[in-house]
């Protein structure tokens, strides 16, 4: 049974960055396509990014684009997602995600692991 734990959540000012981590055990990472997802205060759940086996691809959500990054180290069975000039609106919980397959997914049913959730706040 794969388990993911986030870290790296935190209260930062609007403008500042935040590096998330996501740990996996359990399994064989380098096979996972991964994903983040992030859910707000009475807010559905929505897609922030993903990163195929091997990096091969990436996808992100528009409001990630050119401020977030996702990156994957198979070494350390590690998904992260690099977050800079972040907004009030970022404010959340955001959860990683693993799936069996190659591509990148963008949609939660998706995927078949996920983690806790890790608060990330941002004050303006």
């Known amino acids: 049974q794969v388990q993911l734990a986030e870290s790296g959540g935190g209260l930062v000012q609007a403008g500042g960055s935040l590096r998330l981590s996501c740990a996996a055990s359990g399994g064989t990472f380098s096979w996972y396509g991964m994903g983040w997802f992030r859910q707000a205060p009475g807010k559905e759940r929505e897609f922030v990014g993903a990163?195929?086996?091997?990096?091969?691809?990436?996808s992100y959500a528009d409001f990630a684009k050119g401020r977030f990054t996702i990156s994957r180290d198979d070494a350390k069975n590690t998904v992260y997602l690099h977050m800079n000039s972040l907004k009030p609106e970022d404010t959340a919980v955001y959860s990683c995600?693993?799936?069996?397959?190659?591509?990148?997914?963008?949609?939660?049913?998706?995927?078949?692991?996920w983690g806790q959730g890790t608060q990330v706040t941002v004050s303006s």
């Open positions: 990163i195929s086996r091997r990096a091969a691809a990436t």
């Open positions: 995600a693993g799936s069996h397959t190659v591509s990148v997914l963008t949609t939660a049913p998706d995927y078949d692991y």
